[in-house]
């Protein structure tokens, strides 16, 4: 909550409302008034289907920045053909609330003509890291999300942009991307948002029956597994991903796709133990495919 002085000098202790915009032009007109106003600009792109995640990358954009945008559009480009893109949840006045509540400025709800007019010939293909984990699992995947990342930007052209830890090998893809096309914004990463029992909040969770609920615990579970038998000087990673991998299918309804120890800048699977690895996975949890990472420091 926040008072704010309106120009008809009411005092109202009610949160602003965010405007919102459908069109690039729309979009721009505003970034370009705030830019005058000498604010800068933070935006946190998202597929809708809000939740604490998304609204703790809202909460560091609006502690960095002078104005906030964030972008609702579910990329079909980023979903396989037999992925969850029209099932994927849309509940528009609850994200609308939740932006409201967070204090965002604008929201960009495009919808896909406006962002791939037909015909669309360009990709973005940052390679070796889309290929690998959840690339090899989802082909094409990154490329769609590249290509409406690099396009966002361009749309929106903040000073920040704001990425979550959870998706851990994205955040990584749309940091190289941005070094490496010379884009003239920082990324920053927020930490993963969990639920009190461990469980990362993702959009997706609403698919879960209270069973497949019970069961996705066992991402989290194997994630700390991993962590503990670092801490406490295993050094063994092979046992390790086998213990994994063990814990989530020893568990109902979880078939894993992957569990393993990668380097947090190149995501090469690790043989020995570093100063700094994360833990990965991914898995099907009933129809719905989970994944969970965890950042680990050793001592040296
Ligand atoms: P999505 O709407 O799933 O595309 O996610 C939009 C942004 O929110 C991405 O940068 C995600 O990494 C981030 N995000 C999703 N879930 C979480 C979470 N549990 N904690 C922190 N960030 C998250």
């Known amino acids: 909550m926040e008072t704010v002085l309106r120009s008809s000098s009411v005092i109202s202790s009610s949160p602003r409302e965010p405007t919102v915009v459908t069109t690039v032009a729309e979009l721009r007109e505003h970034v370009r008034s705030a830019r005058q106003q000498g604010k800068s600009i933070g935006l946190v792109p998202t597929m809708g289907a809000l939740h604490a995640g998304h609204v703790s990358l809202i909460e560091a954009a609006r502690r960095d920045c002078g104005y906030v945008v964030v972008t609702v559009f579910v990329n079909p480009t980023q979903f396989g053909p037999k992925e969850d893109l029209q099932k994927y949840p849309r509940p528009w006045e609850d994200d609308l609330a939740k932006c409201r509540d967070a204090g965002v400025d604008l929201i960009f709800r495009p919808d896909v003509a406006e962002v791939y007019p037909k015909p669309f010939f360009t990709v973005v293909d940052v390679t070796g890291i889309s290929e690998v984990l959840e690339g090899a699992h989802r082909p094409g995947h990154f490329q769609g999300v590249a290509t409406v990342v690099l396009k966002l930007f361009n749309m929106a052209q903040p000073d920040i942009a704001y990425f979550g830890q959870k998706d851990f090998q994205q955040q990584l893809l749309i940091r190289r991307m941005t070094k490496e096309l010379d884009l003239p914004l920082e ?114």
Do not use: F, W
Request: glycine share 2%.
């Open 187 to 300: 990324i920053r990463t927020c930490p993963t948002i969990r639920e009190p029992d461990g469980l990362a909040l993702s959009s997706r969770n609403v698919y879960l029956s209270p069973e497949e609920r019970r069961s996705a615990l066992a991402l989290s579970r194997c994630l700390r597994h991993a962590e503990t038998r670092l801490k406490s000087g295993e050094k063994d990673l092979a046992a390790i991903r086998a213990e994994m991998k063990k814990i989530l299918s020893e568990t109902p309804h979880v078939v894993p796709d992957y569990a393993t120890l990668v380097d947090p800048e190149t995501i090469a699977e690790l043989s020995t133990p570093q100063r700094e690895q994360v833990a990965v996975v991914a898995a099907k949890v009933g129809t719905t495919r989970l994944i969970d990472n965890l950042p680990i420091s050793l001592p040296q």
